[in-house]
């Protein structure tokens, strides 16, 4: 099950590469419906995997139970969650409303929370458990400006990774739960060519990521069954480099 992977972005991409692997895939949207199903029918064209679709505001009451209850029913189990659902927009911050705050911890944080639980839940009862893979930002180590209602949303993840971790192992050891923090991976239409070039010189790489990147990562802390409780960066070194010159030559303190 992949949250937020209707639209054609990182989620989407992520549900492709796990149905090339053989899975079983639910989708889920909450506006992207249509975009959802067009995904589903293409996963069981190019490779054979039944697809669903599931709907929903992952931050109402019972909606993440419910979306996870289809997929079980569906399927007869559960072994990815895949909290890719997220939500963000750049905002002054004396533009920020309480409202703004709510929303995305309600979306970001809250809906990333129930969705695991409802899963790991259903984990724990399977021998093989099952893994939990939630989504979070490299930039929570380094914030962008005008993001200041979005990142304390994004930076609970890790926190949340590390306790559910603990929680739902104590259950069934076999159940883990870890957090990847993509870097530039996918970026707007209207990022400029000399923009994007900023961009890539701003990693160790040298250049932009792909969401099959981060797919790859998923399918690495799928199938590697002693980690869990990670959070892995998966943004080229963004998160280790700043492109000003003072980490070569000038390290003095």
């Known amino acids: 099950m992949v949250t937020g992977s ?3 972005r990182v989620g989407r991409a992520i549900a492709m590469a796990l149905a090339q692997q053989g899975c079983r895939i639910a989708l889920h949207a909450n506006n992207s419906t249509d975009e959802a199903a067009q995904a589903a029918a293409e996963i069981t064209q190019r490779f054979g995997s039944e697809a669903i679709v599931t709907c ?13 209850d289809q997929t079980h029913s569906q399927f007869g189990r559960i072994d990815v969650l895949v ?12 533009n920020v409303t309480p409202d703004d705050v709510r929303r995305y911890f309600e979306i970001n944080a809250l809906g990333s929370f129930l969705c695991a639980r409802a899963a790991g839940l259903k984990m724990v009862s399977q021998p093989n458990g099952g893994s939990i893979v939630n989504i979070g930002d490299w930039a929570t180590v380094r914030p962008y400006l005008d993001h200041a209602a979005y ?18 192992a104590h259950r069934n050891p076999q159940v883990r739960v870890n957090c990847i923090q993509p870097g530039p991976v996918l970026l707007s239409d209207e990022v400029s060519q000399s923009q994007q070039q900023t ?44 492109p000003d010159g003072l980490q070569i030559g000038m390290n003095t303190g």
Request: aromatic fraction near 6%; glycine fraction near 10%; charged fraction near 15%.
């Open 151 to 168: 990142f304390p949303s994004k930076g609970s993840i890790e926190v949340m990774t590390r306790s559910l971790a603990v929680e739902l």
């Open 199 to 242: 961009i890539a010189a701003s990693t160790l790489v040298g250049r932009v990521g792909s969401p099959e990147n981060i797919a790859h990562a998923v399918q690495f802390l799928c199938e590697n069954d002693f980690v869990t409780g990670v959070c892995l960066p998966v943004d080229g070194g963004r998160s280790i480099f700043a």
């Open 56 to 68: 929903g505001a992952l931050q109402n009451d019972g909606v993440a139970d419910r979306i996870v």
């Open 83 to 94: 909290n890719s659902a997220a939500i963000w927009q750049p905002t002054r911050l004396e």
């Open 6 to 8: 209707g639209a054609p």
